[in-house]
């Protein structure tokens, strides 16, 4: 029997049925880098494009062209303010992995893995 158990700690294990996402390792940063610049390209193609459009319209007296233009640029900025918002995300499931993944020694207080069997400080078993 664990020993968190035994001292009147309730130990809360994963839904049944549901996949860790963390169970592999720790969240990937080149994932996140090839979303970032994927929506950075197409922010600044978006932007481009209304550009173009709202040249083209206000030029030709056409107002469905500056309108399409306008809001292709808010199309724009908004995959613009996404990419902070997904690094913040990102940091933060990346601390709650280290967070999940490691203990802290009772006797020493220093961390190691959950998986190591003794902790590497003080060789007390974890």
């Given at each position: 029997m664990d020993e968190r158990a035994s001292a009147g700690h309730e130990i809360i294990g994963p839904a049944a049925g549901i996949k860790d996402p963390y169970a592999d390792g720790p969240p990937e940063w080149g994932k996140l880098d090839l979303q970032r610049m994927l929506l950075a390209g197409l922010a600044f193609m978006?932007?481009?494009f209304a550009?173009?459009?709202f040249l083209g319209g206000s030029l030709s007296g056409m107002q469905g062209m500056v309108i399409v233009s306008l809001v292709l640029a808010a199309a724009g900025i908004i995959?613009?303010?996404m990419r902070p918002l997904l690094l913040r995300r990102h940091r933060r499931q990346v601390t709650r992995w280290?967070?999940?993944n490691h203990v802290q020694c009772q006797y020493c207080g220093g961390t190691g893995h959950r998986s190591d069997h003794q902790c590497r400080f003080c060789g007390a078993p974890l």
């Open positions: 978006a932007l481009f550009f173009g459009l995959m613009l303010a280290r967070e999940d």
